[in-house]
């Protein structure tokens, strides 16, 4: 199996059920902390996260010498398998309920897997995807990072349809059984380890690449505040549980949508200026709704954030595969990094602050602004142009 359909329709699935897989463990967040199953308290449930935080940093910043070592598939093979072995795990616990003493410890192991497993393959997935378009990087990494985005809000929608929380165990056997098929299909693709995923012998990060690092830690912060307390935020603004709900699914809506619509029509269309200004927009937007926090419009602001956010990750990801075509694998993992290291700080600083939305969207705004600045400096004499 080694047609260019072939590989781009696995590699793309790869993607989605990657996502899928990784938000198993939030997905499940009522039957852990159900006082009849898991039992966990709202602080150890929090806790889950941060051995999954660290290890996909760990993950993604050893992901490039890896590949330079081992090539594409054997870092994608492994990657992979720690995401089913702890999947399959977690299916197995429903027999061992009755010993509580040993769950938490298991599921920190569990979400270390997860973290370390999701780290290795989406830090993998981006420069592979590049590598399949050649004239189209950054549109092949916008749109396999909307997959992503699906598969992330696919898991949640699993636990809805079972529900009865009870039912818990169908969630991560399906899971399994998904993600096991597409794992024995991938492993009939033949992937060169080509040049695109070598390393120079010697080479030092580029300032420029330390500059795009800072922008994704700032973004970051926005998408972790609104990933983790969007719905404590939007309830603190006036709306009910179900508005603050709707709004947290818009806002991801939003910028799965903006990454599907940039991949596609930056391929014949220049885009860089959207690219460019939307940090300022969001700005705008949350401006908007500190100023003027009506109900019937939150929702739909909350979309629109999201819509303008969406291309700002992945988008700086394939604009600076594009400015360092020697070290695209570097980029992935440096950038995805970033993305966690924001996202990770937040959620630690945020718990404090939850009740402060004032404080927090002004914090946000400047978060925002800082974007567009250094997003606007590595315009400077750079191939933006190439990549949107």
């Known amino acids: 199996m080694n047609s260019r359909i072939v590989q781009i329709v696995i590699i793309f699935l790869l993607a989605f059920f990657t996502g899928v897989n990784f938000v198993v463990f939030p997905a499940l967040g009522t039957a852990f902390t159900d006082s009849s199953l898991f039992g966990l308290s709202s602080s150890q449930f929090g806790n889950l996260f941060i051995p999954q935080v660290i290890c996909i940093i760990i993950s993604c910043l050893g992901a490039p010498f890896l590949v330079n070592k081992f090539g594409p598939k054997i870092i994608l093979v492994a990657g992979l398998l720690l995401m089913i072995t702890s999947t399959g795990i977690l299916w197995m616990l429903q027999f061992f309920m009755n010993d509580k003493s040993l769950l ?48 992330t809000s696919t898991s949640p929608m699993m636990m809805n349809l079972i529900g009865n929380v009870k039912n818990w165990m169908y969630v991560p056997v399906s899971i399994f059984v998904l993600v096991s098929i ?120 909350m979309f629109l954030i999201g819509f303008f956010m969406g291309s700002i990750f992945p988008g700086s990801i394939g604009w600076g595969t594009v400015e360092f ?61 190439e990549a949107f």
């Open 104 to 151: 938490f410890p298991v599921l920190m192991i569990l979400v270390a897997f997860t973290g370390s497993g999701f780290g290795l393959s989406i830090t993998t997935l981006n420069p592979l995807a590049a590598s399949l378009f050649e004239n189209n990087k950054s549109s092949a990494i916008l749109i396999l990072q909307f997959l992503v985005g699906l598969g």
């Open 182 to 301: 597409i794992f024995v299909l991938f492993l009939f693709l033949k992937l060169e380890k080509g040049t695109f995923f070598e390393l120079p012998k010697h080479f030092k990060i580029p300032s420029k690449l330390w500059i795009f690092f800072i922008a994704i830690v700032l973004y970051g912060f926005i998408e972790g505040t609104f990933g983790s307390f969007g719905a404590i935020i939007l309830k603190n603004q006036g709306l009910d549980n179900n508005k603050a709900s709707l709004g947290l699914s818009l806002f991801w809506g939003g910028i799965a949508l903006n990454r599907l619509l940039f991949g596609i029509f930056s391929k014949n269309n220049d885009l860089s200026y959207l690219f460019l200004f939307s940090p300022l927009i969001v700005a705008g937007l949350l401006l908007l709704l500190l100023i003027y926090p009506n109900v019937s419009i939150i929702i739909l602001m």
């Open 325 to 385: 075509p020697t070290l695209s694998v570097l980029v992935s993992g440096f950038l995805m990094a970033a993305n966690q290291i924001g996202t990770g700080i937040i959620t630690n600083v945020l718990g404090s602050f939850s009740k402060e939305t004032t404080v927090i969207f002004q914090f946000l705004i400047v978060c925002m602004i800082l974007i567009c600045v250094l997003l606007f400096y590595l315009k400077r004499n750079s191939k933006i142009k």
